[in-house]
């Protein structure tokens, strides 16, 4: 059974896809309410309020999955969420139309007084000539991060007859004709405009673009908004610009803290504020509850997600045809990590033929996955493979190569260890499965699955027959065998698959059976 909790008021109709499931229970309340079994929670689904911490998470350890029915992630620890291999998605594109159009309003409004206007008929009061506005027609509007409410922004200042400049160091030219705006640098947004918005993500390179030093540059007179993240414009020194008369007016959906309390902003009469409305519409929050809520389906599925932040992207069709090379990259990670019993230093993976064109950037990191599974407590999987290698000092290699063996497709890992390597190579062959190909040096061909013994022998008559006897005499059944060798009567290999695991009291015996080199259980 799966426990999710699904916190800060999302929309209950969204729901539906985790309501409808047999198998999970679905609990809504905060966090901090003390009436949620958290350390039971596999799935958590967020808005704002939230913060996902590196404590919250230390009280969840059964959390899987954190989904943010919005777009904005900076309420998520990602890193720690990453390191604990808990998968993090959000709702991309759920709320772009309705903070474009709380934006717009927020302009529109600005720009011609109506929230003081409101106030003041609200009051009985007829002042027609104290709030006289400004046009928006004509004027130049500034948009930094051109992303979806940027564009979508853009589109609708157009519509407006407005001159659109923007500013986003990973806008295209090509994108920038589309949609009808000139790109810019961030300066000459700064001088040029009449009205600037921001729609970037907060990051350590946005917080605080609009400050001390940038404000200077602006027109006197220009109307400044932020519908995106507080603290994107400094906020101190928003309040200073506006008390000195440079900026007109501000109109704020964001605050760096929420709620703002007695904020010296707010004290302000050229500002105006919504409380983090951007997305607060019906149609909003429909569609981010129903992304993520699918989203944690699709995950209890063990279906690929999309819209995870910290894992590659990727459609149904891509995983379709990368999931035969997933199971395989596991099981040759298990292998060459049972294989050498050592601690290891490097891993390397080359991919070949048709597997070397898909996300082969996942492909190692189950690759990783798999190799980790047997040496580590923590829970491994795509998501925190990586960091747990780098955390241990592994260094990870990943390449593709011209030469696949004469296979279709090939994927080779070599781990290195303080006093030698191993290498395996895997091939997917269609209608026929996964195959391993080579085990350190020696062709060898069989299906990585179930309890298998890998021997290194020395290759003489008779000791294929003696390791036989001893399983026999001990009433083990053989459920496959595969021999390899590189030259007559030099090292050879066996690999044998057996319906249960061996016991040590009988790999004691076959290691005492004569020309043995090696003797390995794999457990796959
Ligand atoms: N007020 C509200 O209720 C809502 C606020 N938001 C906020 O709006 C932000 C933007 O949302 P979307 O447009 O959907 O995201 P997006 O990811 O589509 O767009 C962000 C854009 O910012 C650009 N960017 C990044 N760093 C930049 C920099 N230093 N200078 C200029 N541009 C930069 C990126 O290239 C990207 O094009 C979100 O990150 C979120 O914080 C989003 C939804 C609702
Ligand atoms: O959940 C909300 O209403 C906030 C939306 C938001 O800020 C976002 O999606 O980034």
Known sequence: MYHILAADSIKEEGLLPLLEMENAVVYRGQTDSGEIPLERIDALLVRSATKVTNELLDRMPSLKIVARAGVGVDNIDIEA???RGIIVVNAPDGNTISTAEHTFAMMASLLRNIPHAYASVKNYEWKRNQFIGSELYGKTLGIVGMGRIGSELAKRAKAFEMNVRVFDPFLTKERAENLGVISSSFEDVLKSSDIITVHTPLTKETKGLLNWETLKLTKKGVYLLNCARGGIIDEEALAEFIENGHVAGAALDVFVTEPPGDHPLLRLDKVIATPHLGASTREAQLNVATQVAKAVRTYF????????INLPAMSRDIYEKIRPFHQLAVQMGSIVSQCLKEG???????YSGTVAS??????TKALLSGFFKNRIDTSVNEVNAVHIAKDLGIVIGEKVSGNSSGYANSMSVTVKGD???????GTYIEHYGPRIVNLDGFNIDFHPEGNLLYIQHMDRP?????VGNVLGENKINIATM???RKEVGGEAIMVLTFDRPIEDAIMSKLSETGDIVSLNRILL
Do not use: H, M
């Not at 006093?419 to 190579?425: G, I, L």
């Not at 008779?462 to 003696?466: A, H, S």
């Open 81 to 83: 969420a990453t390191k």
């Open 301 to 308: 599925e063990d279906k690929p997600v999309s819209n995870s």
């Open 344 to 350: 290891v230093n490097e891993i390397s993976v080359t």
């Open 358 to 363: 898909l996300e082969i950037s996942y492909l």
């Open 419 to 425: 006093n030698r390597a191993f290498t395996a190579r």
């Open 462 to 466: 008779g000791v294929i027959g003696r």
């Open 482 to 484: 595969q021999v390899g």
